[in-house]
């Protein structure tokens, strides 16, 4: 989903961002000067209530894992005034232009995928054993009759 826009504007790279609850009106892109291999290629800066120009993000190179091949910009926007960090990717260029886009990130499985190869095995039909539960549901068996109950 697009949700912004960066432009040339006096030899600066000027935009905005604005979903239903942001409203980012005057943002900029201030180039990186690193030579740091992982340092990011701009930072993301707005102005603040006293109108000074204070960072609230950074943007990365990235190269599309599609057959594609394209080159973007990729990093988050974030500051204590968001619930959370908001992950952005920019396409286009520095002479055209970019488009700001927004993807709700995907929750990760902890469990991952049930995968299952071949026939399943046979189910054991003794299940788990006798049940440890009485008629009234207290615990029965494995000598606990023979205990004083205990006071909850």
Known sequence: MNIGEFKQSNGRLMGSIATR????????????????????????????????????????????KHTTGEIFLQGTIDDPSLAEPLPIALFGDDT???????????????????????????????????????ANGGLVGAGVEDEEPMPF
């Open 96 to 134: 055209e232009g970019y488009r700001v886009a927004w993807r709700r990130p995907q929750r990760r499985d902890d469990f991952g995928p049930a995968v299952r190869s071949g026939p399943r095995a046979p189910v054991d039909e003794g299940g788990f054993g006798e049940s440890t539960a009485g």
């Open 21 to 64: 609850t942001i409203d980012l009106p005057r943002l900029g892109l201030r180039p990186v000067e690193s030579s740091n291999d992982r340092a990011p290629l701009f930072e993301i800066v707005a102005l603040n209530v006293g109108n000074r120009w204070v960072q609230v993000g950074a943007l990365w190179e990235a190269v599309a």
